[in-house]
């Protein structure tokens, strides 16, 4: 399975684009702005973004030289104004490694993702399990467990927990974990959120009260350390 982000501020297309590469298996993110686009970009686990040009704060161009200049060694489909051939030169002079005009073809765009995902360089395998505290965590399998206990943690938990463990100790806003563990479509409130990170705090902490890795980011939202 891949991991593949989809920064593109109409929310029809979006919402489509995920449905379609999730029925092929692939774990799908969405960013609806550029702001937010580069932030899940840099993410270590992305394997492919496709990058529409035209987003509100920082258009495409300048996320993809950004997101190249910090590193980001993803695949990246970029999306065009149909017949604008400087946009496509510009575009893969700043490290695009593919392009596709709007309004495009569903089955293209698949196809397309599929031929990059395919030239992606192989790589080694990193261990699954994560442990913190007295916490061990099976990302594969989806187990967690306590001093060698298993602990009975919901679809929901897990992914809150996931997101917090690849996160690399970046601060996350409320916004961001709803979009990312709830879809942009989703409608709760911060609220859900500051639920689910304090059952995670009572689960996984020595001291719910205390926490030491599960921290809140005052005015922000939270970090996860080791």
Known sequence: MSCILIIE??????????????????????????????????????DLIVLDVMLPGRNGFELLKEARKRGST???LMLTAKG????????????????LSKPFGLGELLARVEALLRRRPATPEKSAVIR????????????VARDGTPLDVSPQEFK????????????????????????AEYEGTPRTVDNFVRSLRVKLEVNAEEPRHFLTVRGHGYRFER
Not at 33 to 44: Q, V, Y
């Open 132 to 143: 913190f505290g007295q916490v061990e965590v099976d990302l594969d399998r989806q187990i």
């Open 84 to 99: 604008m051939e400087s946009d496509k030169i510009l575009g893969l002079k700043l490290g695009a490694d593919d392009y």
């Open 9 to 46: 501020d109409d929310r029809a297309i979006a919402l489509g684009l995920r449905l379609n590469l999730r029925k092929d298996g692939h774990e799908v993110r969405i960013a609806q702005d550029g702001e937010t686009g580069l932030r899940m970009a840099l993410e270590p686990d992305v």
């Open 160 to 183: 809150v927990l996931r997101l917090f463990l690849t996160s690399n100790g970046r601060a996350l806003s409320r916004d961001d974990i709803l979009a990312r563990c709830w879809g």
């Open 74 to 76: 993803a695949s990246i």
